[in-house]
């Protein structure tokens, strides 16, 4: 579903903020994307969907070309950013209404499906305020909702546990876990190296832009803990 | 629905202070919008009353004919100006960049749309323009249908070409800028030189239409007039279409019009993500090690707080530093050229003694120093920052003091230094120029106060982009109304006063009113921050 194949990026300066970075997601992983602040985990992301132009590598989407053919590819991904810069002047029903009608959903099923999920999060009441009046984790589960409306083969989702309460936490475990079951492949970065431990198949560890390990879970840690094989592969 | 529409609704959507006002359940919300709107509004009236005044202005002089080529370049003018200082942050460079071009619309699309959506968001300031010059033109030239609607919907075409044409130079310096390192320095480096350049050029230009011996200020008007629509064709198809209901003149207006922004899109939606990707991103070296950490009181790191804030933005830089620019060019031009010379040049030769100006000259320098006062939009700009300031254990007091502290920083020695090159260059004695300084601070101090109780009565935090703040607020758009009002009668008493009364003594009676009035202003901004 997602294939990285050779990616760079730099941003000017000497340094690569991405350096030669090779990963493949299929349909149904769970595929974590680990490494600390500033290793490369946003640049690579950006790219992925089509927001960070670069020149060095590929990255197709479901086959298609994401510098080639960039409309191909975002209509199969939701991609939900670390800090959401949603519309703070429009209310949350607007905001999900505008991204449906980008992905030309019909009423039914965007009736259907904001219910279900805004149900999921519990966010139904507030939908009808505005987004400005909503708190951090509230705008987190709006951006997921947005997210899930289309129902997409590619999920992106730059630190998406970030901000959530423990229920939305679970919920949305549940609800990718629910995709992948469907054939949906996530991709996702975190800090949170026990819910990736538990959630993913797959995992990849980024250091100063190079991808320094990756595979299966269990390739990976050869039963140690995910934390334990991140510092080792950190610190050598 | 076509996606270009779904955008572009949903872009002035969420911007809309009525969908604020219907949706908001906090009543100091639905008291800001219904303020900033009765402000705009008033802004719309005084605009539109002074339009007509100039045309009645026209109708007497008997160059009523001229209002049509008058009107056309005016809206072009501000089109091509506002849209210049505004290109960067709204056309790219924009805070929701990511979440639009993660969405499956097609490049170009977005581009495009960002445009348009800046194109509708100004019209209603080009429409007042325009409608009350037709109000002002039918008084005199009487009232015809066939001409009033040709004349509104040739309206909505003419502020299109020099938006296009500025929003292509900006794209130009975006992407030279986005070749460096320091990308927002380049930009604003670059856009400094346009804006000189522009401001040379008005003296250029007048040198060659004029030939000199045209005297008459009517004949000179409707020649010079005449010659910019020549140079400038579009203002032309304009007066033409109205003036001789000139079908041809009107689509070439209106074909010319779209097809330049069917080019201009095509050529910048190609590059615009190549762009923005390059402004979004900043090289990090690094490679800090620890030094010595300098102690500055809180005042002070509040002040430079603003000017890292300042520096950090293109938008931000360009629109308070053009008038330390002005007054520094202003300042060598009369040192080089001299101040009779300088008055000339700016009055187009006009028929008086130029030492009668020799008053005013604080308010010449104030006129271009007090266009923009930071304070204006700085408490705006905290935006979702200002938990930061509100967090800290400083009042609100000191909060503004230190933004007005800066605004001091970044005015005074630009007014020192161009009161004393214009004062040298005048022959003024020292008591004057020590006089004319002196006014220069107060008069400093009260774009400072003045600016902060508009900056304070209305602040805006939920901007979506600084552009709304920086150069389309409501408190920039009152503080600069009022403050140009100001300067204009403080101008004309003081060269008329001069006239009667001793130099010295109405300087220090301008110093008197000026504290007076900067007092006053300070309190109101100490009692709001209460």
Same mark, same amino acid.
């Given at each position: 579903?997602?294939?990285?194949?050779?990616?760079?990026?730099?941003?000017?300066?000497?340094?690569?903020?991405?350096?030669?970075?090779?990963?493949?997601?299929?349909?149904?992983?769970?595929?974590?994307?680990?490494?600390?602040?500033?290793?490369?985990?946003?640049?690579?992301?950006?790219?992925?969907?089509?927001?960070?132009?670069?020149?060095?590598?590929?990255?197709?989407?479901?086959?298609?070309?994401?510098?080639?053919?960039?409309?191909?590819?975002?209509?199969?991904?939701?991609?939900?950013?670390?800090?959401?810069?949603?519309?703070?002047?429009?209310?949350?029903?607007?905001?999900?209404?505008?991204?449906?009608?980008?992905?030309?959903?019909?009423?039914?099923?965007?009736?259907?499906?904001?219910?279900?999920?805004?149900?999921?999060?519990?966010?139904?009441?507030?939908?009808?305020?505005?987004?400005?009046?909503?708190?951090?984790?509230?705008?987190?589960?709006?951006?997921?909702?947005?997210?899930?409306?289309?129902?997409?083969?590619?999920?992106?989702?730059?630190?998406?546990?970030?901000?959530?309460?423990?229920?939305?936490?679970?919920?949305?475990?549940?609800?990718?876990?629910?995709?992948?079951?469907?054939?949906?492949?996530?991709?996702?970065?975190?800090?949170?190296?026990?819910?990736?431990?538990?959630?993913?198949?797959?995992?990849?560890?980024?250091?100063?832009?190079?991808?320094?390990?990756?595979?299966?879970?269990?390739?990976?840690?050869?039963?140690?803990?995910?934390?334990?094989?991140?510092?080792?592969?950190?610190?050598? | 629905?076509?996606?270009?529409?779904?955008?572009?609704?949903?872009?002035?959507?969420?911007?809309?202070?009525?969908?604020?006002?219907?949706?908001?359940?906090?009543?100091?919300?639905?008291?800001?919008?219904?303020?900033?709107?009765?402000?705009?509004?008033?802004?719309?009236?005084?605009?539109?009353?002074?339009?007509?005044?100039?045309?009645? *202005?026209?109708?007497?002089?008997?160059?009523?004919?001229?209002?049509?080529?008058?009107?056309?370049?005016?809206?072009?003018?501000?089109?091509?100006?506002?849209?210049?200082?505004?290109?960067?942050?709204?056309?790219?460079?924009?805070?929701?960049?990511?979440?639009?071009?993660?969405?499956?619309?097609?490049?170009?699309?977005?581009?495009?749309?960002?445009?348009?959506?800046?194109?509708?968001?100004?019209?209603?300031?080009?429409?007042?323009?325009?409608?009350?010059?037709?109000?002002?033109?039918?008084?005199?030239?009487?009232?015809?249908?066939?001409?009033?609607?040709?004349?509104?919907?040739?309206?909505?075409?003419?502020?299109?070409?020099?938006?296009?044409?500025?929003?292509?130079?900006?794209?130009?310096?975006?992407?030279?800028?986005?070749?460096?390192?320091?990308?927002?320095?380049?930009?604003?480096?670059?856009?400094?030189?346009?804006?000189?350049?522009?401001?040379?050029?008005?003296?250029?230009?007048?040198?060659?239409?004029?030939?000199?011996?045209?005297?008459?200020?009517?004949?000179?008007?409707?020649?010079?007039?005449?010659?910019?629509?020549?140079?400038?064709?579009?203002?032309?198809?304009?007066?033409?279409?109205?003036?001789?209901?000139?079908?041809?003149?009107?689509?070439?207006?209106?074909?010319?019009?779209?097809?330049?922004?069917?080019?201009?899109?095509?050529?910048?939606?190609?590059?615009?993500?190549?762009?923005?990707?390059?402004?979004?991103?900043?090289?990090?070296?690094?490679?800090?090690?620890?030094?010595?950490?300098?102690?500055?009181?809180?005042?002070?790191?509040?002040?430079?707080?603003?000017?890292?804030?300042?520096?950090?933005?293109?938008?931000?830089?360009?629109?308070?530093?053009?008038?330390?620019?002005?007054?520094?060019?202003?300042?060598?031009?009369?040192?080089?050229?001299?101040?009779?010379?300088?008055?000339?040049?700016?009055?187009?030769?006009?028929?008086?003694?130029?030492?009668?100006?020799?008053?005013?000259?604080?308010?010449?320098?104030?006129?271009?120093?007090?266009?923009?006062?930071?304070?204006?939009?700085?408490?705006?700009?905290?935006?979702?920052?200002?938990?930061?300031?509100?967090?800290?254990?400083?009042?609100?007091?000191?909060?503004?003091?230190?933004?007005?502290?800066?605004?001091?920083?970044?005015?005074?020695?630009?007014?020192?230094?161009?009161?004393?090159?214009?004062?040298?260059?005048?022959?003024?004695?020292?008591?004057?120029?020590?006089?004319?300084?002196?006014?220069?601070?107060?008069?400093?101090?009260?774009?400072?106060?003045? *600016?902060?109780?508009?900056?304070?009565?209305?602040?805006?935090?939920?901007?979506?982009?600084?552009?709304?703040?920086?150069?389309?607020?409501?408190?920039?758009?009152?503080?600069?109304?009022?403050?140009?009002?100001?300067?204009?009668?403080?101008?004309?008493?003081?060269?008329?006063? *001069?006239?009667?009364?001793?130099?010295?003594?109405?300087?220090?009676?301008?110093?008197?009113?000026?504290?007076?009035?900067?007092?006053?202003?300070?309190?109101?901004?100490?009692?709001?921050?209460?």
């Amino acid at each position: 579903m997602l294939k990285i194949n050779n990616y760079s990026k730099s941003y000017g300066g000497d340094k690569k903020a991405a350096d030669n970075v090779t990963l493949h997601v299929e349909s149904g992983d769970i595929y974590g994307f680990i490494g600390h602040n500033g290793a490369g985990k946003s640049t690579t992301i950006r790219a992925v969907v089509g927001v960070l132009d670069f020149t060095e590598g590929e990255i197709l989407i479901d086959g298609h070309s994401v510098k080639d053919e960039p409309m191909e590819c975002k209509k199969v991904t939701a991609y939900i950013p670390d800090n959401p810069d949603l519309y703070e002047n429009l209310t949350g029903i607007q905001y999900l209404n505008f991204i449906a009608d980008v992905f030309d959903i019909s009423e039914h099923d965007r009736k259907e499906r904001i219910a279900k999920y805004a149900g999921t999060f519990e966010i139904t009441d507030s939908l009808g305020d505005l987004i400005s009046s909503y708190s951090h984790g509230m705008k987190q589960k709006l951006a997921i909702i947005s997210a899930l409306i289309h129902e997409p083969k590619l999920m992106v989702l730059d630190e998406p546990f970030v901000g959530l309460d423990p229920k939305a936490t679970f919920a949305l475990k549940e609800i990718m876990h629910e995709m992948c079951a469907k054939g949906t492949a996530i991709f996702f970065s975190t800090h949170v190296l026990d819910v990736a431990e538990k959630l993913c198949n797959k995992v990849a560890i980024i250091k100063k832009g190079k991808i320094i390990a990756s595979g299966t879970m269990e390739e990976l840690t050869e039963g140690h803990s995910l934390e334990e094989t991140f510092l080792e592969a950190e610190n050598e | 629905m076509n996606k270009s529409i779904i955008l572009l609704k949903n872009l002035l959507l969420s911007t809309s202070q009525f969908n604020i006002f219907r949706y908001t359940t906090d009543k100091k919300k639905k008291g800001n919008v219904i303020g900033n709107t009765i402000g705009m509004t008033i802004l719309f009236i005084m605009l539109m009353v002074y339009c007509i005044a100039q045309c009645i *202005g026209y109708g007497k002089l008997g160059i009523i004919d001229a209002t049509p080529v008058l009107c056309a370049l005016l809206v072009s003018a501000i089109a091509f100006v506002f849209t210049f200082l505004k290109t960067n942050g709204y056309l790219f460079n924009f805070k929701e960049y990511d979440m639009l071009i993660s969405l499956p619309f097609d490049v170009k699309t977005v581009a495009a749309c960002k445009f348009l959506y800046m194109y509708i968001k100004s019209l209603p300031w080009y429409m007042s323009i325009s409608v009350a010059m037709l109000i002002g033109y039918s008084v005199y030239a009487g009232f015809s249908l066939p001409v009033a609607i040709l004349w509104i919907l040739l309206s909505l075409c003419l502020p299109l070409i020099p938006m296009v044409l500025a929003s292509f130079l900006g794209f130009i310096i975006a992407k030279i800028g986005s070749y460096f390192k320091k990308t927002n320095i380049v930009q604003t480096i670059l856009t400094f030189i346009l804006i000189i350049a522009a401001f040379m050029s008005r003296f250029v230009i007048e040198s060659v239409f004029k030939n000199g011996q045209v005297r008459d200020a009517l004949e000179q008007t409707k020649a010079a007039t005449e010659d910019a629509a020549a140079v400038y064709l579009p203002a032309g198809w304009f007066a033409k279409a109205i003036n001789e209901l000139s079908v041809t003149a009107a689509l070439f207006l209106i074909v010319v019009s779209i097809l330049l922004f069917a080019v201009v899109f095509a050529i910048v939606g190609r590059y615009y993500r190549s762009l923005n990707s390059a402004l979004k991103s900043h090289a990090a070296s690094g490679e800090y090690t620890m030094g010595a950490q300098k102690k500055s009181s809180v005042v002070n790191a509040i002040a430079f707080k603003e000017f890292k804030r300042m520096t950090g933005s293109t938008v931000y830089l360009t629109n308070a530093g053009v008038g330390e620019i002005l007054v520094c060019l202003l300042g060598i031009l009369s040192l080089v050229i001299g101040f009779d010379r300088l008055v000339s040049t700016i009055t187009q030769n006009a028929p008086f003694d130029p030492a009668i100006l020799r008053p005013a000259i604080p308010f010449i320098v104030y006129f271009c120093l007090g266009m923009i006062s930071t304070c204006a939009c700085s408490p705006s700009l905290e935006g979702k920052n200002y938990w930061i300031v509100q967090s800290l254990p400083i009042t609100r007091k000191t909060l503004y003091q230190g933004k007005m502290l800066f605004n001091m920083y970044l005015t005074v020695p630009f007014m020192v230094f161009a009161t004393v090159c214009i004062g040298i260059s005048a022959k003024a004695a020292l008591p004057d120029l020590l006089l004319y300084l002196i006014l220069g601070f107060v008069l400093c101090a009260f774009s400072t106060t003045w *600016g902060c109780v508009c900056g304070i009565r209305h602040m805006r935090l939920d901007w979506e982009n600084e552009v709304e703040v920086v150069k389309q607020g409501a408190a920039v758009g009152i503080y600069l109304l009022i403050n140009m009002v100001f300067t204009m009668l403080s101008c004309v008493g003081s060269v008329l006063l *001069g006239m009667r009364m001793d130099h010295r003594i109405l300087t220090g009676i301008f110093i008197a009113v000026v504290s007076i009035l900067a007092g006053l202003f300070y309190k109101i901004t100490m009692k709001l921050a209460k």
